[in-house]
């Protein structure tokens, strides 16, 4: 399984990618998706539990 655009393109001459820029990949997108399910439940909270509803 190819492991980086390079690979899977086929390219001869790119550089092999390091384990700590395939580990910044993965730690990048599971901090943008830790901020998304944060600002969801904030959504959610506000929206159930809106003391002016009463």
Avoid: C, H, N, Y
Avoid at 25 to 44: D, N, P
């Amino acid at each position: 399984m190819a492991r980086s655009w390079a690979e899977l393109l086929g390219e001869s001459g790119a550089r092999p990618e390091s384990e700590e820029e395939r580990r910044g990949l993965f730690g990048r997108l599971r901090e943008s998706l830790g901020k998304s399910r944060r600002a969801l439940t904030e959504q959610i909270v506000v929206a159930a539990f809106d003391p002016s509803d009463d």
